[in-house]
């Protein structure tokens, strides 16, 4: 009897020593060691270099690799957040041009068979967010036999500034956030099986601008091998009616409208500003406009090779699976956009200079008897054009023109 309670008593010391054990995993630039396993056996590591910061000299470069770790690297904290837009939503957590990094959560064991993994890009218009968003906690997820990671990328005028003198620099600019999601990828498929993932069953998936995202990696002859399946909710860049994505020459008139505004002469000059200083210029217009749109991606000429709707006409985008839907109110986002346009008077002028003749068939679809309903209805039509149409024509092409399933 008294063995038999000393075995249970011991085998309970064990477990919870094992629950307790902070866990560490080798991978390619040094050991990282995360947080002990929760109850229901997920794994937590934190706040991973997947780059080098990109400060001084670097800041308007591409990510560059992360250098090895002096010793065991505590990886039991998120990173600091990128430098964002503090308008819509507030930023979270301290911000820092040193944000590169990558947060993981794993039930899975280095012996065992490898997991399927599921990397995740947030949204928030290319002007702020980030991975360290409790909305965007992995542990649950990872409860469903799957390994979760997110990451930070480089938002507004750090992320996706351009210019000629940044062109000869190295290479071409405006597109620096989707290397740094393309760096994020290659981390993954280095890395993720030592964490007991597989690199060959990568699913990435993003809402918003972290749809928009994955549509233009999709887009992209970089991403090829970096996974295999999609996931797009409210967003997905083949607006190819409304030409939703800047030329390569409109990404450089505004880049250079920008170095002038903050009066600068030189990208040495613009880099020896503060970042405090050039996030809140790179806010143009804020009193009508929350920035959504401030700086976002262009054509480069490098990540984005073409207008990304041609791309897959032509055959030249990555060919893997999709699946697409939206958000229920993803146009909230746009609210400050269409007060100006709120009343019933303004809204009946608005859709007459708009649609001339099919304004009345398009005050049926829309109606606006109150303000109330005049708002509702505008901001409606936003979610109508700026995602969902998008939405049902990523559809369109992968099934149409790709021969992809499509759910």
């Not at 038999?4 to 307790?20: G, Q």
């Not at 269409?338 to 009946?348: K, L």
């Not at 979610?383 to 990523?394: C, K, P, S």
């Given at each position: 009897?008294?063995?038999?309670?000393?075995?249970?008593?011991?085998?309970?010391?064990?477990?919870?020593?094992?629950?307790?054990a902070?866990?560490?995993?080798?991978?390619?630039?040094?050991?990282?060691?995360?947080?002990?396993?929760?109850?229901?056996?997920?794994?937590?590591?934190?706040?991973?270099?997947?780059?080098?910061?990109?400060?001084?000299?670097?800041?308007?470069?591409?990510?560059?690799?992360?250098?090895?770790?002096?010793?065991?690297?505590?990886?039991?904290?998120?990173?600091?957040?990128?430098?964002?837009?503090?308008?819509?939503?507030?930023?979270?957590?301290?911000v820092?041009?040193?944000?590169?990094?990558?947060?993981?959560?794993?039930?899975?064991?280095?012996?065992?068979?490898?997991?399927?993994?599921?990397?995740?890009?947030?949204?928030?218009?290319?002007?702020?967010?980030?991975?360290?968003?409790?909305?965007y906690?992995?542990?649950?997820?990872?409860?469903?036999?799957?390994?979760?990671?997110?990451?930070?990328?480089?938002?507004?005028?750090?992320?996706?500034?351009g210019?000629?003198?940044l062109?000869?620099?190295?290479?071409?600019?405006?597109?620096?956030?989707?290397q740094?999601?393309?760096?994020?990828?290659?981390?993954?498929?280095?890395?993720?099986?030592?964490?007991?993932?597989?690199?060959?069953?990568?699913?990435?998936?993003?809402?918003?601008?972290?749809?928009?995202?994955?549509?233009?990696?999709?887009?992209?002859?970089?991403?090829?091998?970096?996974?295999?399946?999609?996931?797009?909710?409210?967003?997905?860049?083949?607006?190819?009616?409304?030409?939703?994505?800047?030329?390569?020459?409109?990404?450089?008139?505004?880049?250079?409208?920008?170095?002038?505004?903050?009066?600068?002469?030189?990208?040495?000059?613009?880099?020896?500003?503060?970042?405090?200083?050039?996030n809140?210029?790179?806010?143009?217009?804020?009193?009508?406009?929350?920035?959504?749109?401030?700086?976002?991606?262009?054509?480069?000429?490098?990540?984005?090779?073409?207008?990304?709707?041609?791309?897959?006409?032509?055959?030249?985008?990555?060919?893997?699976?999709?699946?697409?839907?939206?958000?229920?109110?993803?146009?909230?986002?746009?609210?400050?956009?269409?007060?100006?346009?709120?009343?019933?008077?303004?809204?009946?002028?608005?859709?007459?200079?708009?649609?001339?003749?099919?304004?009345?068939a398009?005050?049926?679809r829309?109606?606006?008897?109150?303000?109330?309903?005049?708002?509702?209805?505008?901001?409606?039509?936003?979610?109508?054009?700026?995602?969902?149409?998008?939405?049902?024509?990523?559809?369109?092409?992968?099934y149409?023109?790709?021969?992809?399933?499509?759910?």
């Amino acid at each position: 009897m008294r063995a038999s309670i000393l075995c249970a008593i011991l085998s309970f010391i064990s477990t919870t020593l094992a629950t307790l054990a902070k866990p560490t995993v080798a991978i390619t630039n040094g050991t990282v060691q995360g947080l002990p396993a929760n109850k229901a056996g997920i794994k937590t590591f934190l706040g991973i270099p997947f780059a080098a910061p990109p400060v001084g000299s670097l800041r308007w470069q591409s990510p560059q690799p992360a250098t090895a770790f002096r010793g065991t690297y505590n990886a039991t904290a998120f990173g600091a957040s990128c430098y964002s837009a503090d308008l819509v939503v507030p930023q979270i957590g301290p911000v820092s041009e040193d944000c590169l990094t990558v947060n993981l959560w794993t039930a899975a064991k280095s012996a065992g068979p490898r997991r399927p993994v599921m990397v995740w890009i947030f949204g928030g218009g290319f002007q702020f967010g980030s991975s360290n968003s409790p909305l965007y906690n992995g542990s649950k997820l990872a409860e469903h036999d799957v390994i979760v990671v997110t990451f930070n990328y480089r938002l507004g005028v750090f992320g996706f500034l351009g210019l000629a003198e940044l062109d000869r620099q190295g290479t071409p600019s405006g597109d620096y956030g989707l290397q740094d999601q393309l760096a994020a990828l290659r981390w993954v498929k280095e890395n993720i099986a030592a964490f007991g993932g597989d690199p060959e069953n990568v699913t990435v998936f993003g809402q918003s601008a972290g749809a928009h995202s994955i549509g233009l990696l999709l887009a992209s002859p970089l991403s090829a091998g970096l996974f295999n399946k999609t996931i797009l909710e409210s967003g997905a860049y083949w607006d190819s009616e409304h030409g939703s994505i800047r030329t390569f020459n409109e990404a450089r008139a505004q880049g250079a409208a920008f170095q002038m505004q903050v009066g600068a002469a030189s990208v040495a000059e613009l880099r020896a500003i503060s970042a405090e200083t050039l996030n809140s210029a790179a806010l143009w217009n804020a009193s009508t406009d929350p920035g959504l749109t401030a700086f976002a991606p262009s054509i480069d000429n490098y990540v984005v090779p073409d207008v990304p709707a041609e791309m897959f006409d032509s055959g030249k985008a990555q060919n893997v699976p999709l699946l697409a839907g939206f958000t229920a109110a993803e146009e909230d986002a746009f609210l400050l956009r269409v007060v100006p346009h709120s009343t019933p008077a303004q809204y009946n002028e608005s859709a007459g200079t708009v649609f001339g003749s099919n304004a009345t068939a398009f005050l049926s679809r829309y109606p606006r008897s109150t303000e109330v309903q005049a708002n509702q209805s505008a901001l409606a039509l936003l979610g109508d054009l700026v995602i969902r149409e998008q939405t049902f024509e990523a559809i369109d092409r992968q099934y149409n023109v790709n021969g992809q399933d499509v759910v």
